[in-house]
């Protein structure tokens, strides 16, 4: 079981940045390849990012590539998006996910545990 808890959502004006944190909790957290994920009311959940296990492979959703940025410290079981540059078509709630998966990892079901969300809000 592996338990996840988003951090760091909040209210940005357009154009700034945020960082969300993901701290996970259980076993072997670092063998888990990593993604975020975010849901905009009335829309289905999207991919942002992903990051393999051992840090060394990450892959973005085109229109957030640039501006986002993952990045995990396994050693403080950590998980982080670097977001710049916001807009207001970046308000969701954002969600950090593990899975075992090795492809198929821009899908939401293919990611065996989630967190709780962090709400993001960019007014226009």
């Known amino acids: 079981q592996v338990e996840l808890v988003e951090s760091g959502g909040g209210l940005v004006e357009a154009g700034g940045s945020l960082t969300l944190s993901c701290v996970a909790s259980?076993?072997?957290?670092?063998?888990?390849?990593m993604g975020w994920f975010r849901q905009a009311p009335g829309k289905e959940r999207e991919f942002v990012a992903g990051i393999s296990w051992n840090g060394g492979s990450t892959w973005y959703a085109d229109s957030m590539k640039g501006r986002f940025t993952i990045s995990r410290d396994n050693a403080k079981n950590l998980l982080y998006l670097q977001m710049k540059s916001l807009k207001p078509e970046d308000t969701a709630v954002y969600y950090c996910?593990?899975?075992?998966?090795?492809?198929?990892?821009?899908?939401?079901?293919?990611?065996?545990?989630w967190g709780q969300g962090t709400q993001v809000t960019i007014p226009s």
């Open positions: 996910a593990a899975t075992t998966a090795y492809s198929g990892t821009r899908y939401a079901g293919n990611y065996d545990y």
């Open positions: 259980g076993r072997t957290c670092s063998r888990y390849n």
